[in-house]
């Protein structure tokens, strides 16, 4: 290796270590994966492990115990695709989500429809907001749907491309820091310097908003090649007054117990409802098991059939998860 050559990889790696400064002081902590360059344009990539976020503020370190609110129709599917379902953000009730910190960055809104396309999330409450009147109130449908209570059961730290935190109302200002320094340190080298942070954004929504007491989950591009986009992330229409837009979603499988009998007692492969995954599925991504379902008060459920449909929910669970369940009908009656 001759000494010019010797001088410029040192040059770019100089240039990689402050850039990593740059970011580390806005977002302490955080986990930067890899650097890439092409001519006067250097690029750093936030880490796809969760375990990089330990140390920060994008990282939920409560119990693992939550509620999700669905309207009744909805549950119903839910449990019969044995899945949550993780939307882009278009799908956002909030029109300006994402795009109120990325105008910082000064994103055209080529970019920032690219970005939120590709940003897949789940959303739901830690289960100290239960009895919260006001979040079933907005969220529950006033007391009209149902709460899927489940637990995660596996080590978020192990996960994959899968991220977990409560979500901050309001603009933070560390958005606005790295916007200036990295600029500075663009102009100081005469060069232009990106790290996607849109993992970072998509935990921060406007202030209005901080009645939800989110948490959320979310993965970003999860796919190996566009095979993989076409394959597992479905179209829907969102039509409504002024937005009308198409969004995507992909399925994230809930747990189910392979091991139960009533899973594999079958003389037809073909009518076993055991789960087909990877042997690792379950390490790499989260483990969620349902531990409740509870229906709101104003569910409209006559009280003569609330036992056939609380039957009906059990032998759901049973019959395709492999594990019991309780449900709850009167958590909000007085």
């Not at 977002?27 to 140390?55: C, L, M, W």
């Not at 809104?109 to 830690?126: A, G, Q, V, W």
């Not at 979310?218 to 796919?223: D, E, K, Q």
Request: a negative charge.
């Amino acid at each position: 290796m001759n000494e010019s050559f010797k001088n410029e990889i040192e040059y770019y790696r100089k240039i990689d270590r402050e850039f990593d400064r740059v970011i580390h002081h806005c977002f302490p902590n955080t986990f930067v994966q890899g650097h890439a360059n092409s001519g006067n344009r250097f690029q750093a990539d936030i880490t796809k492990y969760n375990q990089g976020f330990s140390e920060t503020e994008y990282f939920y370190n409560g119990k693992l115990e939550f509620f999700h609110l669905t309207s009744i129709q909805n549950l119903l599917s839910i449990l019969n695709e044995r899945s949550f379902r993780f939307y882009n953000l278009h799908n956002s009730n909030d029109e300006k989500e994402y795009k109120h910190i990325a105008e910082l960055f000064r994103m055209d809104e080529d970019e920032i429809n690219h970005k939120k396309e590709y940003l897949y999330t789940f959303s739901f409450c830690p289960m100290s907001e239960i009895e919260n009147d006001k979040v079933w109130m907005e969220y529950g449908r006033n007391y009209s749907g149902a709460a899927i209570v489940f637990t995660i059961e596996n080590d978020p730290l192990q996960w994959e491309n899968y991220h977990m935190a409560e979500m901050k109302y309001g603009l933070s200002d560390k958005f606005k820091k790295y916007f200036q320094l990295k600029r500075d340190f663009e102009k100081k080298y005469n060069i232009s310097a990106e790290c996607d942070l849109s993992k970072l954004i998509a935990f921060h929504k406007e202030p209005h908003w901080l009645l939800e007491k989110e948490i959320r989950l979310l993965t970003y591009y999860p796919f190996s090649d566009i095979n993989g986009y076409l394959k597992y992330s479905k179209p829907e229409f969102r039509l409504t007054e002024g937005r009308n837009r198409i969004v995507h979603y992909i399925n994230l499988p809930l747990w189910v117990d392979n091991d139960a009998w009533v899973l594999k007692d079958s003389n037809s492969h073909e009518l076993r409802r055991t789960q087909e995954l990877p042997e690792d599925y379950f390490i790499t991504r989260p483990k969620i098991k349902i531990k409740d379902i509870l229906i709101g008060k104003n569910a409209g459920i006559d009280s003569n059939k609330l036992g056939r449909f609380s039957t009906t929910l059990k032998n759901i669970i049973f019959y395709n998860y492999g594990y019991d369940i309780k449900i709850t009908n009167d958590l909000f009656s007085c």
